[in-house]
């Protein structure tokens, strides 16, 4: 006889959810979901069929746990982009970014050992153009973002501040910070959305019509 299987609305799991959650905590509660509790309900782990009454509540219920805090994740995430980081949601923010396995619309990644890279430059017009977003100054995309080891970060986090300043109409005032990663540090920049009126911000030596970007998926494009 099959056991009996009583479906949990989202309404009623989401009103079992904590009401206010920090960016940190909801990622910690996700990730303790997904990764222990619920990897033991998931049908590729063991099939439903097998599982007890009690078993296949629980396999539904923190089924719509998940996909609730990760909505509310989500949200939560899209909020920091307008905010500075502190050091543990930098470390949240790389470890979804190697889940992902790359850039995002609202983070990019640069390893800057060489100096800063002039690219930044259209990064910093994009998403200030857009919603905002974060740069993150020191770690390498192709290697699963590993820190660079030739990274200098004072040097890079002064050059750009002076690009912020002076190689952009209008400045950029983005929140610029040395973060603590590992034992070394890193260069975060929290670039905020300009306000509609004083759009767009461009490249100053490529002028308005030829150095105006906006963020499209993971990369910067050209305003036509």
Known sequence: MSPTLTVVSPVIQQSMLPPVLSFTDEYRLVNSCAGNTWSRYTPERRSPAHLTSSQLNSHVAL???RVELRARLRVSKMAYMQAPLNSTELDILIEELRLGGQDTQQ??????????PKSILETLSAFSNGAGGVIILGLQEQNNFAYSPKFKAKAIYDALAGACN??????VRAEINLLPYTDKQLVVATVPALQPRDKPCYVTSKHIYGGSFIRTGD??????
């Open 219 to 224: 990369g910067d494009r050209r305003l036509s």
């Open 166 to 171: 002076e190689k952009l109409t209008p400045p």
């Open 63 to 65: 089924n719509y746990m």
């Open 107 to 116: 983070v990019e990644v640069k390893e800057a050992a060489g100096g800063l």
